[in-house]
């Protein structure tokens, strides 16, 4: 984790007495190839508290997936330790922005049960470009199965469960991408996907006019100062692109 990214996080939509007493979070992170990031990493941990240290390396061909997997067994290690209880788990990247407000409301509607809510593009192309950064040698099909981009998505606790017996028993193979590594493995259960691309695929918020100001659920890409102004902009005004109460203000 950014160290100025995980700041402008824990001070924003992470800060809110509704996450206080609805939300149990972590930032994911593997062992670093330098020691002096690791005892950067280790004196965070000690100070937030809020921080899960894996302990393969982030050089790892196989680094997001392996990521993403290790916080699902542990989130369920936790429960059954009485730790806490979930119905849901939201995956994202420590560079964007996450209405959390918006989304805690709507999933009160929803039954957690077989169910992804995210983007889901058309089936994505297997790259074979050894320099593309998606770049997938062991996967055989051409195309991918259906999958949750990884801006952020919120996956119900059944199929968390469900990974996590499958990691078990060796039946995940670790690919490259953790997102599309999603598709592949949850294809065989064929999960519900609500597929709300405008609102977690958010583009061109600078227009006034744009209704997704109103009711989107991630930004993504953002710098740690539109952290700060994106969760303004929704404290202030219920709407993500601007606000001119705080304008007002200054």
Known sequence: ?????????RKTWLSSRLAKESVFYRFVVAKSTTESENQALIQEMAEFSDILFLSFMDDRYDLG???VLSFYRWIISEE???????DWVMKSVDDSWFNLELALSELEHMVPKKLIWGHFPLRGVVRRNQSNKNFEKYFDSDMYPTYATGSGYIISKDLIYWLSLQMEQGWLFPYSNDDTAMGIYLSAVNPWKIND?????????EKPSNESCHRVLIVHPVSPQQIFQRQNNWDGCKNVCFCPLIDLKK
């Open 65 to 67: 997936t392996r990521k």
């Open 197 to 205: 691309r405008s609102r977690w695929w958010a583009f061109n918020l």
């Open 1 to 9: 984790i950014n160290a100025e990214y995980g700041e402008a996080i």
């Open 80 to 86: 059954k330790r009485g730790s806490f209880s979930f």
